[in-house]
Nanobody, 126 residues
């Protein structure tokens, strides 16, 4: 099963960029659709982006489309989220997640992802 470790969070000013990384130590990385979620203060965890296990198809929430880019490196057992043009509303804890093996489609629900990282804080100031 997936064992996910995230890094790359931090504090930036509005308009800045960050690159989040998530490494899977579970040994089955290429079998999983990988997703990124975020949890704003006082809110429920929400979908951000996902990428298929074959690295071809991607899906983004409307709030981040055009600003964030998800990518994966199966050889390195890693998934990334490039955050550009950051806004204060992007401030949240960001989580990476792994689907069941060889999941079909591009799921965007929390319950579609059994495996989760510990989260990394992103803070965007005005």
């Amino acid at each position: 099963q997936a064992q996910l470790v995230e890094s790359g969070g931090g504090s930036v000013q509005a308009g800045g960029s960050l690159r989040l990384s998530c490494v899977d130590f579970g040994g089955t990385f290429s079998e999983h659709t990988m997703g990124w979620f975020r949890q704003l203060a006082g809110k429920e965890r929400e979908f951000v982006a996902c990428i298929g296990w074959n690295g071809v198809d991607t899906l983004y929430s409307d709030s981040v489309k055009g600003r964030f880019t998800i990518s994966r490196d199966n050889a390195g057992n890693a998934v990334y989220l490039q955050l550009n043009s950051l806004k204060p509303g992007d401030t949240a804890v960001y989580y990476c997640a792994a689907s069941n093996s060889f999941a079909r489609g591009l799921p965007s629900r929390r319950n579609d992802y059994p495996f989760w990282g510990q989260g990394t804080q992103v803070t965007v100031s005005s």
